[in-house]
């Protein structure tokens, strides 16, 4: 099995920053295109930021286009997600998922993390 493990998320005031991280572990290969989704309280999961295996392409919902920034380290088994300018409306669970496709559906994902919490205070 391949597990996706998360980290980096806590709480921060408005206008902060946070990095977070997931690292993946068992069956894995560098193959995966990773994306990153959040889910709010009360609300559906939605796609945030993707990208390649290669890294040179990359993709950003537009409410945080210009504010966070995917990357990915494939010999450390790794995707980043730096968040800058944090908005109390990305308040929400995030979740990293890894997809032999990599579009914008939660559906094109096979493996998921479990979730780490950023709340952003006005």
């Known amino acids: 099995q391949v597990q996706l493990v998360e980290s980096g998320g806590g709480l921060v005031q408005a206008g902060g920053s946070l990095r977070l991280s997931c690292a993946a572990s068992g069956r894995t290969d560098s193959n995966y295109a990773m994306g990153w989704f959040r889910q709010a309280p009360g609300k559906e999961r939605v796609f945030v930021a993707r990208?390649?295996?290669?890294?040179?392409?990359?993709y950003y919902t537009e409410s945080v286009k210009g504010r966070f920034t995917i990357s990915r380290d494939n010999a450390k088994k790794t995707v980043y997600l730096q968040m800058n300018r944090l908005k109390p409306e990305d308040t929400a669970v995030y979740y990293c998922?890894?997809?032999?496709?990599?579009?914008?559906?939660?559906?094109?994902?096979?493996?998921w993390g479990q979730g780490t919490q950023v709340t952003v205070s006005s």
């Open positions: 998922a890894a997809g032999s496709s990599g579009g914008p559906s939660l559906y094109e994902y096979v493996y």
């Open positions: 990208i390649r295996r290669s890294g040179l392409y990359t």
